[in-house]
């Protein structure tokens, strides 16, 4: 059974702090996506990475996949309030094929 | 707004009963999955089916069954309730991108058996 184990489960920063969030698998993945989800909604999807050692920057948020591509790192820079929400990472093994998903981490950014 | 709906938004039942969520894809894509999400497990893959056919199962259960329909909306019935299957419930369609394949998520049926 393929795992993907997000850190930390809980984190909770002030308005203009750094973070970053991990996602660690033993196995490896064709591609690994991020997720954000907020309550009482459906995960919206962030970024796709799919080359080892790829490194992504979407505004505040950098996204990097690993050499081996079993893990993968999300860095928000100077976060804001309105990025608290439920981050999560999904692995995909091939093609159109079911995601497998981490248990996320639950940011709270506050003001 | 995702583009894929589904109906209800809450459902409250007994334990022993048997509901049905429904869920309709964005336009033109031919994939639905279905996922169940609780506290302790996170989003786990239920189901997935493909202009009518089933692909794929994952942890679903055999009270739990799914139908993709000719117009591509999917329902997935789950009877026999029992109390752990309260949970969160969504569906997802997918497309092919440059990146590989995006699914794209609806707003969930939160189901509670009590």
């Known amino acids: 059974t393929q795992l993907l184990k997000q850190s930390p489960q809980f984190l909770s920063i002030q308005e203009g702090e750094n973070l970053t969030v991990y996602c660690n698998s033993s196995s490896v993945f064709s591609s690994l996506q991020w997720y954000r989800q907020e309550p009482g909604e459906g995960p919206v999807l962030l970024v796709t990475?799919?080359?080892?050692?790829e490194v992504k920057k979407l505004k505040r948020l950098t996204f990097q996949f690993g050499d081996a591509r079993k893990d993968s790192s999300l860095h928000i820079t100077a976060a804001q309030t309105g990025d608290t929400g439920l981050y999560l990472c999904?692995?995909?093994?091939?093609?159109?094929?079911?995601?497998?998903f981490g248990k996320g981490t639950r940011l709270s950014v506050i003001a | 707004d995702s583009g894929v709906t589904q109906t209800p938004k809450h459902l409250i039942t007994a334990t022993g009963q048997r509901v049905t969520l429904r869920c309709s894809p964005r336009s033109g894509d031919l994939s639905v999955y279905w996922y169940q999400q609780s506290l302790d497990q996170g989003l786990q893959f239920l189901i997935h089916?493909?202009?009518?056919?089933?692909?794929a199962k994952g942890n679903i259960l055999e009270r739990f069954s799914a139908q993709q329909f000719p117009d591509l909306h999917s329902e997935l019935n789950l009877s026999s309730l029992e109390l752990g299957d309260s949970a969160l419930y969504f569906c997802?369609?997918?497309?092919?991108?440059?990146?590989?394949?995006?699914?794209?998520f609806g707003p969930g049926t939160r189901l509670t058996v009590l």
């Open positions: 990475v799919v080359t080892g050692g």
């Open positions: 089916y493909y202009n009518g056919e089933e692909r």
């Open positions: 997802a369609s997918s497309v092919a991108t440059t990146s590989g394949y995006e699914q794209f």
């Open positions: 999904a692995g995909i093994n091939s093609g159109n094929t079911p995601l497998v």
